[in-house]
């Protein structure tokens, strides 16, 4: 099935830094969301945009719609041991279905303390 | 709580055995969703139910099965069919109204071979 193009696969950083991240398609999307997932969870929503050029803050992460439609990127501030796991984006094509969202193959982040 | 549970939390599989994976919730949502994760192939979608007593097929539904006989319980049945069933399990759910509520998950279901 098709996916999204989701980079850097993996980062490993120091404490404080900032982290960012993005997502490609080659799909118009109407819907961008962002999920983490911690080792034997499921994902957790963290943001989730609506319209293109929306830009959405939770706590130190922000996301942003893509003017195109095509692409997100969630960026994390001054990040902290407790960011460590996989974020994955996941983008709807269809907003009257909700059967299609597509999903990014994930970043794992290490954040070193 | 409002939530989304699923259990068991592992589990393991015999060949030739059929198994179940349970997911309830009660967030009161009309849409449910099964997926599989591989590790470095993300969410594939299995099967996906709109509304009781109502489902399709998602991208990988081969050798699974389900039923949605009351809004809140969305279970998974792995079958002898499945050649490669191990895997982690997610179970998720939304409100489709307007078919832009995201999707909450579970804490997901692994499953192993013996």
């Known amino acids: 099935g098709q996916q999204l193009n989701q980079s850097p696969q993996s980062m490993f950083i120091q404490e404080g830094e900032d982290v960012s991240m993005n997502c490609t398609s080659s799909s118009i999307f109407n819907t961008w969301l962002w999920y983490k997932q911690e080792p034997g969870e499921g994902p957790v929503l963290l943001i989730a945009l609506y319209k293109a050029g929306e830009l959405t803050s939770n706590g130190r992460l922000t996301a942003q719609f893509g003017i195109t439609r095509k692409d997100s990127f969630l960026n994390i501030s001054a990040s902290i041991p407790s960011d460590v796991g996989i974020y994955f984006c996941?983008?709807?094509?269809?907003?009257?279905?909700?059967?299609?969202?597509?999903w990014g193959l994930g970043t794992s982040l290490a954040v070193n303390p | 709580d409002g939530g989304i549970t699923q259990s068991p939390k592992y589990l393991f599989r015999k060949e030739g055995q059929n198994v179940t994976l349970s997911c309830e919730q009660n967030l009161n949502h009309d849409a449910m969703y099964w997926y599989r994760q591989d590790p470095g192939q993300g969410l594939r979608l299995i099967y996906y139910s709109q509304i009781v007593n109502d489902f399709q097929k998602g991208d990988i539904a081969e050798g699974y099965s389900v039923s949605r006989e009351k809004k809140e319980s969305f279970p998974l049945t792995v079958t002898s069919a499945q050649k490669n069933p191990t895997a982690f399990y997610l179970c998720a759910s939304s409100n489709s109204l307007g078919g832009l509520q995201p999707q909450h998950f579970g804490d997901g279901t692994r499953l192993s071979i013996l």
């Open positions: 996941a983008g709807k094509v269809n907003a009257g279905n909700n059967r299609k969202l597509i």
